[in-house]
C-alpha cells in the first residue's frame, strides 16, 4: 500500500483526535495498559506509524485508516478554496443581475464543521460518563 510520502501520519493523529476534542490521555486509556500521554506524544511526532497500530487508532478514533494514511492538510485547504472560489460566486451572480458579494471563507465553514464535530463528540463523551457512573452505582 502506498501513501503520499508528504503526509505524517502522526500529525494526521494528531490533528483528528484534536478535531474530536480527545486528550492524550483519553487515547492512551483507549489504547490499552501499554500506552500514556507520552507515549501518544511521541507517537503524534513519527511520521510513518505501522499499519496494525494505524488500524487501532482508527477503532478508538471511530475514523478509516485511510483518513489518517491519505489526509493532507494543505491539500484540504486547496481543495476547499478552488472549490468555493469567490470569483466563481461573483460570476455567478454578476450573470444573475445581481451583484453578490458572499459573506463567508470557505476556510471558516470547514472549522464551523471541525467545531460541530468536537461539539457532538464533547456530548458522546458526557453520555458516555453518565453511563459509566450510573454502573458503577450499580
Wanted: net charge negative; no cysteine; proline share 3%.
Amino acid at each position: 500500500m502506498r501513501t503520499n510520502p508528504k503526509v505524517h501520519h502522526g500529525r494526521n493523529v494528531k490533528r483528528f483526535r484534536e478535531l474530536l476534542g480527545i486528550q492524550q490521555e483519553s487515547l492512551a486509556y483507549d489504547l490499552g495498559e501499554d500506552w500514556n500521554q507520552q507515549k501518544i506524544s511521541l507517537l503524534e511526532q513519527k511520521e510513518t506509524i505501522e499499519m496494525n497500530l494505524l488500524e487501532q487508532i482508527a477503532a478508538v478514533l471511530k475514523i478509516p485508516v485511510k483518513a489518517i494514511q491519505n489526509f493532507d492538510e494543505e491539500r484540504a485547504v486547496n481543495i476547499i478554496a478552488n472549490t468555493y472560489s469567490f470569483q466563481d460566486f461573483k460570476d455567478n451572480a454578476v450573470a444573475s443581475g445581481f451583484s453578490y458579494q458572499p459573506s463567508f471563507n470557505p476556510v471558516d465553514k470547514l472549522i464551523e464543521s471541525y467545531e460541530e464535530i468536537k461539539k457532538l463528540h464533547a456530548e458522546k463523551e458526557a453520555l458516555y460518563e453518565r453511563l459509566l457512573k450510573a454502573l458503577e452505582s450499580k
